[in-house]
C-alpha cells in the first residue's frame, strides 16, 4: 500500500497501473477499453459525479500521450462529459489534470459542485474540489449520480453503431 502523498515514480508500484492492468477500482468501470479506463475518482469519492479517467499505460503526463491514446482520451472524455451534465441536470464539466502524487496521466473531471448563490465558482470552486472540502461532500447524492452515471454511459453505448 502506498501512503497518502507518496510520489511514484516507476510502473511497477503505480496504482494506476495495477488499474490499467484490471484491478477494478471501487464502483466498478465507467470506461474501459484497450487505452483507457474510467472510474468514480477515488480522491472525490465524496463528490457527486466526480470520475477519473486514465491511460493504460504509464504516461506520466499529457506530453508523453500517442495520438492514439490522445484521441481515446478525448473521445471519452467527452462521453464521461456528456453523461455526467445528464446525469446532474449540470451545465458544465469541471476537468483537471496533475499527476503529482500519483505520476501517471489521468484526468480528473465532474459537474460544479452546488454552492449557495453568493459563493465563488469558477477556481475558487475547483480550489475546494482540489483542498477536498468536506462541506462540499454528500455521500448519499454521490452513489445515486453515479447509479445515473453508469446508466447513462450503458445507454450511449447502446446507441453507438457497431464497429
Ligand atoms: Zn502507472
Redo the contacts with the bound molecule.
Keep these: 500500500m502506498v501512503s497518502a502523498g507518496a510520489v511514484v515514480s516507476a ?1 511497477e508500484n ?1 496504482l ?2 495495477a488499474v ?1 492492468g484490471g484491478e477494478e477500482p471501487a464502483g466498478g468501470w465507467l470506461v474501459r477499453n484497450d487505452l483507457v479506463s474510467g472510474y468514480l475518482s477515488g480522491a472525490n469519492r465524496q463528490l457527486p459525479g466526480w470520475c477519473q479517467l486514465q491511460v493504460n499505460r ?1 504516461a506520466t503526463h499529457l506530453g508523453e500521450l500517442t495520438a492514439a491514446e490522445a484521441s481515446a482520451v478525448g473521445v471519452a472524455a467527452a462521453a464521461l462529459g456528456a453523461a455526467i451534465t445528464a446525469a446532474t441536470g449540470g451545465d458544465r464539466v469541471y476537468a483537471y489534470s496533475i499527476c503529482e502524487a500519483s505520476p ?1 496521466f489521468h484526468l480528473v473531471l465532474g459537474p460544479p459542485p452546488a454552492v449557495g448563490p453568493g459563493e465563488p465558482r469558477g477556481p475558487a470552486l475547483l480550489a475546494r474540489v482540489l483542498a477536498r472540502d468536506p462541506v462540499l461532500g454528500d455521500a448519499a447524492a454521490a452513489a445515486s449520480v453515479a447509479g445515473r452515471l453508469r446508466a447513462g454511459l450503458e445507454l450511449a453505448a447502446h446507441d453507438r453503431p457497431a464497429p
Excluded: N, Q, S
Aim: proline share 0%; aromatic share 0%.
Design positions: 510502473g503505480c494506476l497501473c490499467a504509464h501517471h
